[in-house]
């Protein structure tokens, strides 16, 4: 069973019972379940997916939707109602409730071999370079050597991280650990994640964090109100996850402006057809109602192009074609690099730019110029349409698009992209008159 999937879960639930006082389950443990005084909630129903070895599984959804429990249940914390589930790994950790284990009197370093010894490790994992090296990543001071009493709860968390993520399980269940701590331990513990998954390390991973999501699982679990709403691939079901949470315009943002039509050369369905580069057999997925027919790319002059200069600009023309009513239509672009990292997202709605509304059968050109502010190398690109949440038609792995370097001169900027910036400087002070002391 060596390759066979690390976590199996069918039909997994959990049922809990509400007492509207405690005097009624009083009542009920009274009569021994006789006079029932509770009323039945499912937290979790027909929950079933797997997990294959050296890999990361994502579960996202609203709060209240499941995912603790899920992941409570699986680490052993509570036992199912229905289902079952079996994990064929010999080493588990769980980061639930990090640094909640400790014993309040220990130092940092005693807590560490109390714990190895709750968890019935060898002495030997838990050797003094091991022991130094998760000092150094918690990065707490002085503190290790003293009372944890005496730790701030960010301290507690760092601490609690370190251990575990020290410990290279064959499978660690993650909740929200990317989000303990500052931004830079924040960092380190992205970091941590990925040289554990490159080892073979498997991960359970709840977060809010759809950028960690995307780039740590490839398959995900949506749930919503306790039942499974979507298993698939990570983009789809973070498109499902946000067309659930952000349904309607964020009170407060601003609203999409009308424009008038503009359409400039090349902006035709003949023309967007006869250069169209998506194919019939890529991936995608969404409601259907507005879908993108064809997509071409064009360079400033309106040649036909997958490849650009640094800071020099590509046109992007949609040909959209629409199967319902769709009253505030939307078109975006979402942009990766060769690691599948985000590189940039936006859209007519983060434009303020209105489009207009469409009828079945309707069809409107929309043209997105992108200026490629960003280091040369291959990256994927993403379409998509969408109303208001609702996805309706999603292009996934395009591409590629081949950023270069002209002249062979120095780079215009370092890192992933450039950023507006200005250069000033002030009047020089001769020497003499300098007022600094």
Same mark, same amino acid.
């Given at each position: ?6 976590? &199996? ?91 909640? @284990?400790?014993?309040? /009197? ?22 003094? /370079?091991?022991?130094?090296? =998760? ?12 009372? !944890?009493? !005496? ?8 601490? @609690? ?31 941590? =994640?990925?040289? *554990? ?48 949470? !952000? ?18 050369? @090349? ?10 580069? *998506? ?12 879908? =993108? ?23 992007? /023309? *949609? ?12 078109? @975006? ?44 190398? &291959? ?8 109303? *208001? ?23 215009? !900027? ?24």
């Amino acid at each position: 069973m060596r390759g066979g999937p690390l976590v &199996q879960v069918e039909g997994l639930g959990k049922k809990f019972k509400i007492y509207p006082t405690p005097w009624h389950r009083a009542l009920e443990w009274g009569t021994a379940g006789r006079a029932r005084a509770h009323s039945d909630f499912w937290a979790l129903r027909d929950v079933s997916f797997e997990v294959p070895r050296g890999e990361g599984f994502g579960i996202i959804g609203p709060n209240g939707s499941g995912k603790t429990t899920l992941l409570k249940m699986l680490s052993g914390v509570l036992k199912p109602t229905e289902g079952r589930f079996r994990i064929a790994a010999p080493a588990v950790y769980s980061l639930l409730e990090l640094g909640t @284990g400790f014993h309040a /009197d220990l130092t940092g370093r005693e807590n560490l071999h109390q714990s190895a010894r709750l968890l019935a490790l060898p002495p030997e994992v838990l050797n003094p /370079d091991v022991v130094e090296r =998760i000092r150094e990543f918690a990065d707490i001071g002085d503190f290790f050597d003293r009372p !944890f009493r !005496f730790y701030s709860s960010g301290m507690q968390v760092r601490l @609690g991280f370190a251990l575990f993520a020290f410990l290279e399980p064959d499978l660690l269940i993650v909740d929200e650990a990317l989000s303990v701590g500052d931004v830079f331990f924040q960092q380190k513990c992205a970091a941590r =994640i990925e040289d *554990l998954r490159e080892r073979g390390t498997s991960f359970l991973f709840v977060s809010h964090d759809m950028d960690a999501v995307r780039r740590l699982c490839r398959q995900v679990l949506f749930l919503s109100a306790g039942r499974a709403a979507f298993l698939g691939p990570s983009s789809e079901a973070i498109n499902r996850y946000h067309r659930a949470v !952000f349904r309607g315009h964020p009170a407060g943002a601003r609203l999409p402006e009308d424009r008038e039509a503009d359409p400039q050369a @090349g902006m035709t369905a003949a023309e967007v057809l006869r250069g169209n580069i *998506l194919r019939p057999d890529g991936r995608r997925h969404g409601q259907g109602g507005l879908e =993108i027919a064809a997509a071409r790319l064009t360079d400033a002059a309106g040649h036909d192009t997958m490849s650009v200069a640094i800071r020099e600009p590509l046109q992007i /023309d *949609l040909l959209l074609v629409a199967h319902a009513d769709v009253a505030t239509p939307s078109a @975006g672009f979402v942009l990766f690099d060769r690691l599948g990292n985000l590189v940039f997202s936006a859209g007519t709605g983060h434009h303020h730019h209105r489009l207009p509304a469409l009828g079945p059968g309707d069809s409107l050109v929309v043209r997105l110029t992108v200026t490629f502010s960003v280091q040369s190398g &291959q990256y994927t690109f993403n379409l998509g349409t969408a109303e *208001l949440g609702e996805v309706h038609d999603w292009h996934e792995m395009l591409g590629p698009i081949e950023v270069f370097h002209e002249g062979g001169g120095p780079l215009p !900027f370092h890192g992933l992209a450039e950023l507006p910036m200005e250069c000033r400087h002030g009047e020089v002070v001769r020497q003499g008159e300098c007022v600094v002391p």
